[in-house]
Nanobody, 122 residues
C-alpha cells in the first residue's frame, strides 16, 4: 500500500492550497480517508475525514468552514481544499487510510502517507 501526498507549499495568510493524496495497492473505496497534521514540537492532530463513498465528512473545529475534504474513487485520490489559511495552519499534512468507520484518532488508521509541508506566512 502506498499513499502519496502532495500539493503543499508556501502561501500567504488568507491564501489557499489544494492537497492531494493518491493511493495505490488497496481497494480505495473500502477505506475511509483522513487528513492529519503535525506542527513542529506538537503531536499529530486530526484535520478531516471522509467516509468510503464521500457521503459523510467530519472536521476539526479549528478548520471547519475553511477546509473541505473530498474524494474521487475513480482516481483513488482524496483531496483537502484549504482556504483562508492562517499561520497556525503551518504543519506537515498527512493522509491516512482506515478500513472501518471514520475516526479522528490517528491510532485507528491502517496506512499513512509521507506528508506534505504547508507553510503560511503572516
Amino acid at each position: 500500500v502506498q499513499l502519496q501526498a502532495f500539493g503543499g507549499g508556501l502561501v500567504q495568510a488568507g491564501g489557499s492550497l489544494r492537497l492531494s493524496c493518491a493511493a495505490s495497492g488497496l481497494t480505495f473505496s473500502d477505506y475511509c480517508m483522513g487528513w492529519f497534521r503535525q506542527a513542529p514540537g506538537k503531536e499529530r492532530e486530526f484535520v478531516a475525514v471522509i467516509s468510503w463513498r464521500g457521503a459523510s465528512t467530519y472536521y476539526a473545529e479549528s478548520v471547519k468552514g475553511r477546509f473541505t475534504i473530498s474524494r474521487d474513487n475513480a482516481k483513488n485520490t482524496v483531496y483537502l481544499q484549504t482556504n483562508s489559511l492562517k499561520p497556525e495552519d503551518r504543519a506537515v499534512y498527512y493522509c491516512a487510510a482506515r478500513r472501518a468507520s471514520p475516526s479522528n484518532s490517528p491510532n485507528m488508521y491502517d496506512f499513512w502517507g509521507q506528508g506534505t509541508q504547508v507553510t503560511v506566512s503572516s
